[in-house]
């Protein structure tokens, strides 16, 4: 076998990283000033776990903002956790961190773009395991393969400077 380096897997292995420890000190510390974070997920990956009134069968991805009304955040090695108010009633959602399709803070202009962590095989394994139709398997795996990686520029968030 030969040996190969995955670089594109170890960058999205850091950005994630990074992403933890972002949270980590949000929940220590709480959002300083302005800050606030668009978090997006697939609903569908393995180990989420999120109120069955979220569940969309159109779309599998879903958006959630902490911000002002969020409670008992808890991030931890592979995923974090978190309340958030859903009609005026608190709910626990759970959220690996392969999961996450993108995070932005819009205060600072930041955001990344995240590729789906498990391989092909492991996919569809979790797929298999689940009880849906053959159609809706095929159509599942179809759509992680049409999912590329979305490369981004940390150049376009910084500070241009004036000569």
């Known amino acids: 076998m030969t040996f190969r380096i ?7 292995n850091s950005l994630r990283q990074s992403l933890r420890e972002i949270l980590q000190d949000v929940s220590k510390k709480g959002l300083p000033g302005n800050h606030h974070f668009y978090i997006s997920f697939n609903s569908k990956h393995p180990g989420v776990v999120i109120p069955s009134e979220l569940v969309n069968t159109n779309d599998d991805e879903i958006k959630i903002i902490l911000q ?5 955040l808890i991030p931890e090695k ?5 309340t958030l108010s859903f009609d005026k009633k608190k709910k626990k ?6 999961a996450i ?13 995240f590729k789906n962590n498990l391989k092909d095989e492991d996919f569809q394994k979790e797929i298999s395991d689940k009880t849906m139709s053959s159609d ?14 979305e490369i981004v520029s940390l150049d376009a968030f910084r500070p241009k400077q004036i000569d």
């Not at 995955?6 to 999205?12: A, C, H, K, L, S």
């Not at 002002?68 to 008992?72: E, I, R, Y």
């Open 6 to 12: 995955d670089y594109e897997q170890r960058i999205q």
């Open 68 to 72: 002002h009304q969020f409670w008992d």
């Open 78 to 82: 592979d995923k974090f956790s978190v």
């Open 93 to 98: 959602i759970i959220v690996p961190y392969d």
């Open 101 to 113: 399709v993108s995070f932005s803070d819009p205060s600072v202009g930041f955001g990344l773009q």
């Open 136 to 149: 809706n398997k095929i159509k599942e795996i179809k759509d992680l393969e049409k999912k590329d990686a």
